[in-house]
């Protein structure tokens, strides 16, 4: 079960902030990352009379004081609706607010901030997609290309358009440790193919797929892709200049900020083109009854009054992240998977579900013959959180044939004495149900 | 601990471990499917349904210990019931799960249903419980052939 990258030097995705992790300064390093943990005041409770152990950080993650603090801040004291109003408050919560959009801009490392859009989360930012561009680039005969490991988010708004349309759903099939077969993908690129839609990390398996070689070989036939990052952004720098996508996706919540609140980047050329998603007050510059005259960028797809409060969370922990080593972080979290890996899989019984080469902190497993809600109860009983299920992802369930797994998903705040706190915890599983 | 030990039961263990009735009938006149997409438990339940009485009750499939103890006990407690002692079973058994009924004051009628006391201590989990019930509700009432929990 060693399908992980050991070293991290040739991880593809992984930047030159990320390779110089083998430096001789490690050990110092990772202890930096460690000590990261007592930002998050959540992590010290106790569940079930036992300390907790929080490994369900895919479906969400914990949030660091800093965030709490930044939403309680503006409430307490700048709280105002924001584009609309000429006195103070209003003024001071508007460039707070657009003060996050730039921090996202840089965080991303996007061409302008006209190609920042503020959503309610990756799954809004993939329907805002399929709806405005999708509608107006899909025909009857022609085919979206996703993977056999998307989440429904990224399934099911593709699947509606199709329906719509006519256009067909494809699908590249994955092999055995979860990872996209790139020969089933270049033949599934024609000329019928208008659009595809790929995730970057897999919730379910923890895959890191080669995005920047997919989208390369898409444009190279003039199609355009989107990415699904809401599994990325939390483990890696992600620069999409570089991986030159044309859409990419993102949720706040997954990565230490608040939920409610996300971003939808896209090409300067696409957004402009693209027709609005949602009508209301902010995505428009004058409104007769006879026309409308829509907002420039972004604010043309940002229809009503966001999320203001939880922006300004996500912009504090975007400020957080960005002070974070990213390559220190990855190192420490390879270091926990393969804790985590070595001592699960050599537990009799077990199996991994989910073996890529590259993969992020995502460990999914079943046990033979217990089920994984079971599993998920007596780890509860222990203090443990992990998430058992098909994690929104039913199409890679039916393909290892499996009804569920269970699947621990580790964060930069997790330690090795939490994993072995998962290790005794699955032997108490077997223990009381095997 | 003591409520997991509540919720595994021997009872429920056991029948997880060797099921009963865990077999298609075959000239079964009611077959319903249940599910529950949360967690994709999946059983079928099979009934031989005459002259208003339970002939034979069966159950296959896959899910959690829970749903498939359930099973299990309700199968070998509803074999020669009428539909009106079934429901009233079920109804019982349902409020035992969602812990408004007290199984120590019950323990006359409920018997063996009794072991799954455990489970009102679970919310997560009384869907788990109740799947197979539902299901047996549906075919009894030849309702639909899919039962879903959500
Ligand atoms: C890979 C992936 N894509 C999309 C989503 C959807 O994100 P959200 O629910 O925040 O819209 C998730 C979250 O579970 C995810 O893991």
Known sequence: MQGYSKDGTDRTNMTKADIDVVAPDIIEKLDRVKGCRHHFPLLRQRVNGKALVYLDNAATSQKPQIVIDSMMRYYQEENSNIHRGVHYLSERATQAYEAVRSKVQHFLNAASRREIVFVRGTTEAINLVANSYGRNHVEKGDEVIISGMEHHSNIVPWQILCQETGAKLRVIPINDDGEILMDEYERLLTERTKMVALVHVSNALGTINSVKQMIGLAHERGVPVLIDGAQAVPHMRVDVSDLDCDFYAISSHKVFGPTGVGVLYGKEKHLEAMPPYQGGGDMIKSVTFEKTIYNDLPYKFEAGTPNIGGGIGFGAAIDYVNNMDMGAVAAYERDLLEYATENISSIKGVQIIGTAKEKASVLSFVIDGIHAHDIGTILDSEGIAVRTGHHCAQPVMQRFGIPATARASFAFYNTKEEIDALVSGVHKVIEVLG | ?150
């Not at chain 2, 498939?68 to 309700?74: F, I, L, P, Q």
């Not at chain 2, 007290?102 to 869907?127: C, I, Q, T, W, Y």
Request: hydrophobic letters at 35%; charged letters at 25%.
């Open chain 2, 1 to 150: 601990m003591p409520a997991l030990r509540e919720l595994y039961q021997e009872i429920i263990l056991d029948h997880n471990k060797s099921p009963r009735n865990y077999r298609k009938i075959e000239d079964a006149n009611r077959k319903v499917e249940g599910y529950n997409p949360l967690c994709g438990d999946h059983y079928t339940v099979y009934v031989k349904y005459e002259n208003d009485v339970i002939k034979d009750i069966s159950f296959d499939g896959a899910g959690c210990a829970i749903s498939k103890a359930s099973g299990s006990v309700m199968t070998s407690m509803l074999k020669g019931k009428t539909r009106e002692e079934a429901e009233q079973l079920f109804a019982e058994f349902h409020k035992l799960v969602k812990g408004e009924l007290n199984p120590e004051e019950n323990m006359d009628h409920l018997g063996r249903l009794a072991a799954f006391s455990g489970v009102s201590e679970f919310p997560a989990r009384v869907k788990c419980a109740s799947l197979a019930w539902h299901t047996m509700y549906a075919a009894l009432n030849n309702k639909e052939t899919t039962v879903s929990t959500e």
